[in-house]
């Protein structure tokens, strides 16, 4: 680590704005005085730029007075799973236009006998030119200009308005994509280029091809809307930078994230895991399971000492690999809109049909009529049925019982309540299995650590998910809804680098090895010298893929610095090896893969006890208490609520009780015991279930 120099302007007034596909969250510090502003409007999909002025709007924001905006977006994940994507040509070598269509030896489903798949870019508008590198980067067969330019105002002509060039080996050798990309310019009619090599300088040419075709077919998109948003914003007084989060975690401005659009998809996830990390640091807890649970799925991801893991083999959808490294979010389609129903074979399942926001569900009184996770939640008393009625043409308690009786009780040979408990003991063994997927099937055994419940309905099953993988604690942030939002505030500047050697480890110039790393860290350390933000320090995470030769997945093997020796790479491999799947192969020889380099801009710490006002909390437990309901805890409880703002500082609460707030409603079991500490997070400790 290193200082790093201080002529940048400390931002006090600082607001991150999260982007969701029902609601933009936000939440403003303001450092000088002390104060934290909350707020959830709907999102305007037709333009995610108002709803982040309608925002700042209801936070009654003085946009002119802002010192910084973080914004994590939903514009390139969108884009890229509804196929909403710009007109873009390829460029590529002689005979392998179809390397996007043709991918690797899958399908889509395992024991299917067809499938579909449709490659991001269509084949008459992947074009090929003589040119070609060997795997060593020596040339076979030199670029053929005059062919380049040709098929430059082909793809013009038929209005293409984003390009990639894609040249087979490139990562060894870009000299034929740099000089495509120089000729490009002079005839393209806009920036939108990109370079397989620039985005993505590592072996395995479908998944660069891919990665590369994802981010120009999303980059003019991404690139309206942050000129957009950013023109939008100046107009009301706004006179700095806006920071946009990537999906590792990490921020870059948006004068500068178009370049490489790519590297947002999937940041709205990121944003949530990077809180958790910050929260769980200074709490304390520095190992924990993220579990994410929103309307309509619910993401895992997997924290260790206070640092996510981020993977660049992230496939978003079938043969969608984008391998820039991104936090390794997992993700079930398990959502408190999730609608249950009974199968022709008399089986109650679980989505993957959700009533979404709109209908929604049946106790949102919008017009649903099917029963779903959160209607089985309000009719166990797990939510407040209070609420219920101040929605205008919401039903009653009995209605909903009435359609869970119909829909599934009758069908299954259960009243309406042991139906609605089928459903929340289905939808946990559904999660329990997301969280089994960055744990156990890592070789990480989950009672190592707690498990971090946000979103609207995380907390409402963490204690029996917790519970049933043995996980020891719960820990319920301050702001479970608006913890995306959060993540946009907390989050450091981040930038990864990947660069191929593919060498066996014997053969492997140690030398070089560490002149990349030396290059990678050059190169971070320029890209976060260039934003317009205050950083304390900065740090850099080096670690190396290898794999044993012969075989085709890879491990990820960490590294204390940038100077490992040949014998360390090897014994760290092994290692590694027999920790994920404990085997050793020492007769098989060891390989090289990638050489990686995280360098990370810390920022200035927030303090997230300003999260809850201090002028609401009570003197004691009895007077955070709003009052009591029965809960269905196996049988029926009575069980006392508390609203969570009113809740003294050093409180503890043992179970079974429910603690209500604005974005969530947390259950913490009989014979379970909660304290909260100094930043109001409260901590979940799992008892034996009374």
Known sequence: MSE????????????????????????????????????????TIENQAFGVLNALDAAEADIASLDLIVHGTTTT????????????????????????????????????????FRPIIPRDLRLEIPERMDASGRVLTVLDESALRAALNALIAVDCEALVIHFLHAYANPAHELRAAEIAREIWPNGNITMGHALLSESREFERGVTAAVNASVQPLLRRYVERLADQLASRGYKHDVLVMNGNGGMVS????????AKTVMSGPASGVMAAAYT???AGIPNLITYDMGGTSTDVALIRDAEPAVSNEIEIEYAMPIHVPMVDVRTVGAGGGSIARVTAAGLLQLGPESAGASPGPICYGRGGTRPTISDANLLLGRLNPA?????????????????????????LGLDATAAADAVIRIANARMSDAVRMVSVSLGE?????????????????????????????VLAPSRPGITNALGCVVADLRHDFVNTVN????????????????????????????????IS???????????????????????????????????????AYFNRFHVELNEIRANLVNVNTSVIGRRAEIDLSMLIDPAGRKANLAEAKTGSRDVWFGKWVETPVYWRDHLPADAEISGPAIVEQMDTTIIIEPGDHAVQDRDGNIIITLGAVA
């Open 503 to 534: 060498r066996p480890v014997a053969s492997v110039d140690i030398h070089a090895v560490h002149a990349l790393f030396a290059k990678q860290s050059e190169e971070g350390r320029r890209l976060i010298g260039k934003e317009a933000v205050a």
């Open 77 to 116: 994940t969108n884009a890229v799973l509804e196929r909403n994507l710009c007109k873009t040509g390829l460029i590529t070598t002689m005979g392998f236009r179809d390397v996007l269509e043709l991918g690797r030896r899958t399908r889509p489903n395992a024991y299917g006998m067809k499938g579909e």
């Open 387 to 411: 609420r219920l009625n101040s929605v205008p043409g919401g039903m009653s308690l009995d209605d909903i019982r009435a359609i869970f009786q119909k829909d599934l009780g009758d069908r």
């Open 280 to 282: 769980g640091r200074r």
């Open 254 to 261: 948006a004068r500068f994230v178009a370049n490489e659009a």
């Open 445 to 473: 055994d989950p009672r190592d650590f707690a498990l971090f419940a946000f979103g609207g309905a995380g907390p409402l099953h963490a204690s029996a998910i917790a519970r049933e993988l043995g996980i020891p604690k």
């Open 4 to 43: 790093f120099p201080q002529e940048k302007a400390a931002q006090r007034q600082v607001a991150g704005i999260d982007v969701g596909g029902t609601f933009t969250d936000l939440v403003l510090f303001d450092s000088a005085n002390g104060t934290v502003r909350l707020a959830k409007t709907p999102t």
């Open 537 to 575: 320090e900065i740090r850099e995470i080096c670690s190396v893929d290898m794999q044993f030769i012969g075989q085709t997945h890879l491990l990820r093997v960490p590294l204390p610095g940038p100077a490992p020796t040949l014998a360390e790479l090897q014994s760290r491999f092994e290692e």
